[in-house]
């Protein structure tokens, strides 16, 4: 039984380099560990700290599980330089997930940027399970670079997953890149899917969310129909720290999934 408060243990079975400082790790709990997609887990190294991370992985898989996670500070930088076999804590889950009984019947438009398809990834494989309960999965997806691009070898797999729609784009491309150049916003247009029938999900840096959200707003989506994953500020997952406070939410109970409806009148969230 996963315990909120106290750290299991956790082996790393495999490291998988996704781009100059994004990694896989692929971990085996002790015992099996459930989480519904979207929600986040506390992953401990001991003698350096914990950080919260958010599953990449099938929820259906209770034996083990991916997390994603880009080299950014103390605990991450340690993380990398970490060798298979490696046991690590983790806590959890904590958070809300994705209300996937929503979203049946419509069509589902995702919008990730960087490592944040990392978080995307499990709502996709959930979405993928079940996709005769969807009418369409519309992936939208944008990297710095195609060196910044995650998960090279599986998109090319989805892309021939019955109902999927999938497209790419890099900020700033190179000779060997032969797709779309710009801003994830620009590949936004002439979207395939009804969006007074489509439910959307955006996970990346905040400035790109911010857009996003505001691109989705000018095409006609309603507020509440689009999903935002606020996690930046998280810290201790149980909302005793405060530091992700946000208006009256505390992110890491109450989120870190929102729609835009519920903090849209929430000062600064971008932040």
Known sequence: MNSIYRPQEAVIE???????????????PKQEFSFRTGQFLELTLPGVGEAPFTPSSDPNIKDKMDVTIMSAGKVTRALHN?????????????????PLDK??????????GGVGLAPLRSLLLSLFADIDKYNKVVLRYGARTPHDIIYKGLIPQWSKIKKVDLALTVDVGDPSWKGH???VTTILKDLPLDIKKTTAIVCGPPIMMKFVNF???????????????????????????GHCRMGRYYTCKDGPVFTYEEIKDIPEIWD
Do not use: H, W
């Open 14 to 28: 495999d490291v998988i380099i996704e781009s100059p400082n994004i990694k896989t790790f692929v971990l085996r």
């Open 82 to 98: 970490i060798a298979k076999d490696t046991t690590v804590g983790i806590r959890g889950p904590y958070g809300k997930g994705y």
């Open 103 to 112: 979203f049946a019947g419509r069509d589902i438009l995702i919008v990730g």
């Open 181 to 183: 150049v710009g801003l």
């Open 215 to 241: 691109k989705l707003l000018d095409l006609g989506f309603m507020p509440q129909d689009i999903y935002l994953s606020m996690e930046k500020n998280m810290s201790c997952g149980l909302g005793k720290c």
